[in-house]
């Protein structure tokens, strides 16, 4: 039975809810923006479900406050010294004005060329082209790698800037999205999305036929998946374990 997906609101709070074939209740606040995500068994009523989320109510708004003044906490300035990460290692950022536009790795630093003046949306804007060529040079490659793996091609892929996302795939016309934010990730993040986003065009559903074919192709999806959450409040954490 294909899941069905409907959304919500209670008291305030939007709640994606997804009934599917499952024995319990999950709800889950996912990062960056505090995203709620309930998944039930197929024939759980929305009242059911109401009086569920009211009922973890004061957990779920914890958890977004929480993801809010992180998301405060980590916005950069776009000024020299402060750190960006370009495939899960830390670069610290040297901005310097010349005649020239642009990014590169540089003797352990990001460096940022940008004209006298430029203002902070100017280089943020620089910095995105960035990451997008970086990741769009590094995806061809794991895409052919897991493709033969999974035993599935997508019809297009391409990357764009999501909230809630790493990945998206239209199961209808075969196409997969990568979130612009895994430029900035260890590269096995990309793999996980690449693998994860695959499976879709064989299972649509998260259910159990799905975490099977992707546990097949990758055994340590869940580490993987547990790293790439952690990132958003420990954005080092690969540089500490898995250099």
């Known amino acids: ?31 960056p923006h505090g ?37 405060a906490f980590t916005a950069p300035r776009m000024e020299t010294g402060e750190l ?22 540089w003797n352990g630093e990001l460096v940022l060329e940008v004209p006298s003046g430029s203002s902070k949306e100017e280089r943020e804007r620089l910095l995105e082209r960035w990451y997008r060529q970086e990741l769009k040079g590094a995806i061809p490659s794991v895409l052919a790698r897991w493709e033969r793996i999974v035993g599935v091609h997508p019809s297009q892929w391409g990357v764009r800037k999501m909230r809630t996302l790493w990945g998206s795939c239209n199961t209808k016309t075969a196409r997969i999205w990568f ?25 649509p559903s998260h259910g159990a036929r799905f975490e099977k074919l992707v546990a097949r192709a990758m055994p340590d999806w869940e580490g993987c998946h547990q790293r790439i959450s952690q990132s958003i409040f420990d954005p080092g954490i690969w540089v500490q374990g898995l250099q």
């Not at 309930?38 to 914890?62: K, M, Q």
């Not at 290692?89 to 005649?99: A, T, W």
């Open 1 to 31: 039975m294909p899941a069905r997906r409907s959304n919500i609101t209670i008291d305030g709070v939007e709640v994606e809810v997804t009934l599917k074939v499952i024995k319990h209740v999950h709800i889950r606040v996912s990062p």
């Open 35 to 71: 995203t709620v995500r309930v998944s039930a068994p197929c024939g759980t009523s929305l009242d059911e479900i109401h009086t569920i989320v009211l009922s973890r109510l004061g957990w779920i708004r914890r958890h977004q406050v929480r993801f809010a003044q992180s998301a």
């Open 84 to 105: 960006h990460y370009c495939w899960g290692k830390p670069y610290p950022l040297l901005v310097r004005e010349g005649p020239t536009v642009r990014v590169e790795l």
């Open 179 to 203: 979130n612009l934010e895994l430029a900035k990730k260890h590269p096995e993040s990309l793999d996980y999305v690449a693998v994860h986003e695959l499976t879709h065009l064989l299972e």
